[in-house]
T-cell receptor, first 125, second 108 residues
Framework: QEQLVQSETEVKKPGASVKVSCKAS????????MNWVRQAPGQGLEWMGW????????HFAQRFQGRVTVTADTSMDTAYMDLDNLRPGDTAIYYC??????????????????WGRGTLITVSS | SSEVTQDPAVSVALGQTVRIICQGD??????ANWYQQKPGQAPVVVMY???NRPSGIPDRFSGSSSGDTASLTITGAQAEDEADYYC???????????FGPGTKVTVL
């Protein structure tokens, strides 16, 4: 059974850092890009970035560049997301989500086909 | 980044049909995906590539796209379809991804 198991809820103070883990099982971890998506309380989904576990290559939404680091340990089938200099506005559920590619009408694209259950990060003084 | 819009909320009577709209200029060149999210749960993909239904998704869900508008239709809505629905697509730079603001569907 394919699944993504994320680390537990954390409470952090402003200015601190947090590391969220996402352990994959049931499929070839290195073969699929992994994304991070967050959702603030009562708000919508916000894409943060992705990692190619095979190469370590990453790409992030501009608003997170310089503050987020995503790594992958292929020996542990686990992806990690580090977010630095936390602010109260970073309070959210952080999801990891696997990319699956597809081709339709000659256009190649991606969708998020497998999601973790989310990790709640609360930033409060 | 692209501006993408969705109706904040729609309601549908049990067994009737509801159409959820996602509008954005980038949709003229990129396919839309749709995710269903129930309270306290992670999102689940219900449609990808505008009109492809993943395995396990009921066939009452269908999708289409024309011009700058993508649509998700639920034909014969069930109580369990009550959820938030988000569209999502690839940005023109090819590396970024966008979610719509979401539509809350209420089944009456």
């Amino acid at each position: 059974q394919e699944q993504l198991v994320q680390s537990e809820t954390e409470v952090k103070k402003p200015g601190a850092s947090v590391k969220v883990s996402c352990k994959a099982s049931g499929y070839a971890f290195s073969g699929y890009y992994m994304n991070w998506v967050r959702q603030a309380p009562g708000q919508g989904l916000e894409w943060m970035g992705w990692i190619n576990p095979n190469t370590g290559g990453t790409h992030f939404a501009q608003r997170f560049q310089g503050r987020v680091t995503v790594t992958a340990d292929t020996s542990m089938d686990t992806a990690y997301m580090d977010l630095d200099n936390l602010r109260p506005g970073d309070t959210a559920i952080y999801y990891c989500a696997r990319f699956r590619g597809y081709s339709s009408g000659g256009i190649f694209s991606w969708y998020f086909d497998l999601w973790g259950r989310g990790t709640l990060i609360t930033v409060s003084s | 980044s692209s501006e993408v819009t969705q109706d904040p909320a729609v309601s549908v009577a049990l067994g009737q049909t509801v159409r959820i709209i996602c509008q954005g200029d980038r949709l003229r060149r990129h396919h839309a995906n749709w995710y269903q999210q129930k309270p306290g749960q992670a999102p689940v993909v219900v449609m990808y590539g505008d009109s492809n239904r993943p395995s396990g998704i009921p066939d009452r869900f269908s999708g289409s796209s024309s011009g700058d508008t993508a649509s998700l239709t639920i034909t014969g809505a069930q109580a369990e379809d009550e959820a938030d629905y988000y569209c999502n697509f690839r940005e023109s730079n090819g590396n970024d991804f966008v979610f719509g603001p979401g539509t809350k569907v209420t089944v009456l």
